[in-house]
């Protein structure tokens, strides 16, 4: 089975997107499964997950009716309040929906870079990892650090680090974020997905602009633990479906077709746990 693990829907009238402003041109619209559905008949992509894009739990209950809705979506990465007092509970209910298999927390737009190490966060972590959820890391290259003091804490906790922690690539910036990833790789369990890169580089980006950055991650992961993403539509600022997959191919072509299928589809359905 091929999966695109990172996709997204929005429907603007929702109003919970605060980072979802007219200045973002052709995405500033709503998204919605016919939309995508094109998309994935032509690449061969049998299914994907649908990742939060508001911190709500509104928003989850939204996604989660249209994974009700929609045969392919595989599963659904939702949010909660991991600072709530009722977290573990509101998690619970949650994770009653079978197509619930993770959530995220909007690490990214959190000032404290050591917010995800706060005691009153214990909680919600124990109940994900409870309930067999996921665990989603949205950071940028200056979380990893306090990422793998959140890991070594949990190390049984499935976590996919979203985005390649978002490198800087449109400023041709490697080194701290490199060794911080190899360091992840080594030291924890993570998955980290292929995903997000084009948005992270310069608008005429080339192959060769993403590949020192790809080519770490696999010497770091390995193929058994990439997972393929497209980030549609937030990828469309940038490139086209069609584009980023193309550019994938490129990118994988020493690979053999079992880890490629793995990057493709068979380590999501590993690292979220889905049931067909």
Not at 93 to 98: D, E, G, H, K, Q
Not at 163 to 192: F, Q, V, Y
Not at 193 to 217: C, F, I, M, N, Q
Request: glycine share 6%.
């Amino acid at each position: 089975m091929k999966i695109d693990a990172h996709q997204h829907f929005w429907a603007l009238a929702r109003g919970d997107y605060g980072w979802l402003t007219p200045d973002l041109g052709a995405i500033y619209r709503d998204f919605a499964p016919n939309d995508l559905a094109p998309l994935l008949a032509a690449a061969g992509i049998d299914g994907t997950i649908l990742v939060q894009a508001a911190p709500t739990v509104a928003e989850t209950n939204y996604m989660l009716s249209l994974a009700e809705q929609t045969a392919f979506i595989k599963g659904v990465v939702g949010w909660v309040d991991f600072e709530a007092s009722d977290a573990p509970a509101q998690i619970a209910t949650l994770a009653s929906r079978p197509a619930l298999v993770g959530l995220r927390p909007m690490i990214q737009d959190i000032a404290d870079p050591l917010w995800m190490l706060g005691d009153a966060l214990t909680p919600a972590f124990d109940a994900l990892q409870q309930h067999g959820l996921t665990f989603d890391a949205l950071t940028l290259p200056h979380h990893l650090g306090p990422l793998r003091a959140l890991l070594a804490r949990h190390p049984e906790m499935r976590v996919v680090i979203d985005h390649g922690s978002k490198p800087l690539i449109r400023d041709a910036i490697m080194r701290d974020w490199a060794d911080d990833m190899t360091a992840l790789a080594h030291e924890t369990n993570a998955w980290c997905k292929l995903s997000g890169l084009v948005t992270e580089a310069k608008a005429d980006w080339a192959v060769d602009d993403l590949r020192p950055y790809v080519d770490h991650l696999l010497n770091s992961f390995g193929p058994s633990r990439l997972i393929w993403g497209s980030d549609w539509p937030v990828c469309t600022l940038t490139s086209s479906y069609e584009r980023w997959l193309e550019t994938t191919d490129v990118l994988l072509s020493q690979l053999s077709n079992d880890e490629r299928q793995a990057v493709m589809g068979g380590n999501a359905a590993r690292a979220y746990n889905l049931r067909d």
